[in-house]
């Protein structure tokens, strides 16, 4: 699918704060935004359920990553800027190829996730989600991380 992208995202000059440029983005609030360790590309998620990937130098959008149904509340990019996860309140984390937007995985959960992050060398993914409702005691304070990409994933 191709996406126009109508988010107005602004530049502002510090310490005035005045506008310096504004970047159509996203219908709707973006939420989270993510640069990739190369310096190429950043990527931001926002409520209307996209992932738009950027070029910094040209400041355009590249692609749009719609296969998720919920806003995004979460990205990473990996360690060599190669792959890009994403995560909602769907019950999975989209893993895309950047240069081509193909998927590579889709990673299943039992609940949200709102938290991913790819390990600094490796391509490893850590990730957590809201298991307060579930098999898990709601009354307490205490998360869980799960970990994606050791030898027995697929």
Same mark, same amino acid.
């Given at each position: 699918?191709?996406?126009?992208?109508?988010?107005?995202?602004?530049?502002?000059?510090?310490?005035?704060?005045?506008?310096?440029?504004?970047?159509?983005?996203?219908?709707?609030?973006?939420?989270?935004?993510? $640069?990739?360790?190369? #310096? *190429?590309?950043? &990527?931001?998620? !926002?409520? =209307?359920?996209?992932?738009?990937?950027?070029? @910094?130098?040209?400041?355009?959008?590249?692609?749009?990553?719609?296969?998720?149904?919920?806003?995004?509340?979460?990205?990473? $990019?990996?360690?060599? #800027? *190669?792959?890009? &996860?994403?995560? !909602?309140? =769907?019950?999975?984390?989209?893993?895309?190829? @950047?240069?081509?937007?193909?998927?590579?995985?889709?990673?299943?959960?039992?609940?949200?996730?709102?938290?991913?992050?790819?390990?600094?060398?490796?391509?490893?993914?850590?990730?957590?989600?809201?298991?307060?409702?579930?098999?898990?005691?709601?009354?307490?304070?205490?998360?869980?991380?799960?970990?994606?990409?050791?030898?027995?994933?697929?």
């Amino acid at each position: 699918k191709s996406w126009l992208c109508d988010f107005m995202a602004l530049t502002f000059c510090y310490p005035e704060l005045k506008p310096v440029q504004s970047i159509n983005a996203h219908p709707s609030n973006c939420i989270c935004i993510k $640069f990739d360790p190369m #310096g *190429k590309y950043f &990527a931001t998620g !926002s409520a =209307d359920a996209l992932v738009s990937l950027w070029d @910094v130098d040209e400041l355009v959008c590249v692609r749009c990553f719609s296969r998720l149904d919920w806003p995004v509340r979460t990205l990473s $990019f990996s360690h060599d #800027g *190669k792959m890009l &996860a994403s995560a !909602s309140e =769907d019950h999975f984390i989209d893993i895309a190829e @950047v240069e081509t937007g193909d998927k590579l995985w889709e990673v299943q959960c039992e609940s949200p996730t709102f938290t991913v992050a790819w390990h600094p060398k490796r391509p490893l993914l850590a990730f957590a989600c809201d298991d307060k409702d579930g098999k898990y005691d709601s009354s307490r304070e205490a998360g869980t991380v799960k970990l994606f990409g050791l030898p027995n994933d697929s």
